[in-house]
């Protein structure tokens, strides 16, 4: 073959060659494109659910830091409640109870009652003198306010402002309508082992220009209350100097009585206040008014935790 025509066969074998060449290369470029779209597609969707994931983390991660963060306040708002100050979590704590005497106790007895007792009973232990058992008391000539009815109003006042003040108060009775005699009283003092056995009572006279507040206390001489009188009298005397402060009340001073059951038959500390004569008009009135009673009673219970804390 000559040379003309090996080169003139091998241009056609070229020009048969580039068409396929340049066919196959095209097909190969656009799949390698696909597939590189597909990867961008995929990168794309990997990086957006990666964010999505993130994203959900984030907010879940947010919501439990708030949750914490709840229950943390939550948990401060209770430690912060629990430093409180009991008196204001409290406000039933009162201030007036502080530095006195948790355990120590008064017995008050409202003197006499609706129906007397004209029974007899032993003056003391073992006495051979008696004594009426209860009578009604006095009345009041302004009011017509009977003794028994004015000393359980002011026992009771009294008990109040007792308590307040953190001692601990039983009553003899809180009724009208009972059968006690000045015994009966007294022993409910020492069944109770009392600090102080406090009566209450009311004075009366035929000459209505007499008033005045009067403290009766054990008489030393008396055989029946000589293991009671020293700190009878220390109480009778703290209740005194206190009812002297007020302005208001007329005070005449301390009676020592050795004839009095009710003195005789305690075991305990006993002291008996005549809060006024209810034979005098002005006084009868002050005694039924509440406020000028109130006022009284208030100095008694200063006197009276004044003795409490002599004690502790």
Partial sequence: ???????GI????????IPVYFFFFQT????????????KVVQKTTKTASTDIEAEKTETASADQDNKSTVNNEESVKVEISKEDPKRVNPQVDDEKEN???????????GHQQRANLEQEPVGPGAA???????GGTSGVATGKPEYKLTLEASLILGELLEKRGVKVIYTRTTHDVNMSNKERAEIANQNQADLFVRIHADGSTNRNVNGLSILTPSEDDKFTKAIFQDSLQAS???????????????NGISYRGDLSGFNWS??????IEMGFMSNPTEDKNLSDTGYLTN???NIAEGITLYSSSKQ
């Avoid at 073959?1 to 080169?7: D, F, G, Q, T, V």
């Avoid at 006195?100 to 409202?110: A, E, M, R």
């Fill in 1 to 7: 073959m000559s040379k003309k025509a090996k080169i």
């Fill in 10 to 17: 091998t241009c056609i074998i070229l020009l048969a060659i």
């Fill in 28 to 39: 190969e470029k656009e799949e390698n494109e696909s597939i590189r779209k597909n990867v």
């Fill in 100 to 110: 006195v005497q948790s355990d120590f106790l008064v017995v008050i007895d409202p």
């Fill in 129 to 135: 003198v008696t004594k009426i058992k209860v009578t």
């Fill in 237 to 251: 005397q703290l209740i005194l100097n206190e009812t002297q402060k007020n302005s208001a009340v007329k005070v």
């Fill in 267 to 272: 075991q305990v500390p006993s002291t008996l």
């Fill in 296 to 298: 009284l009673l208030t």
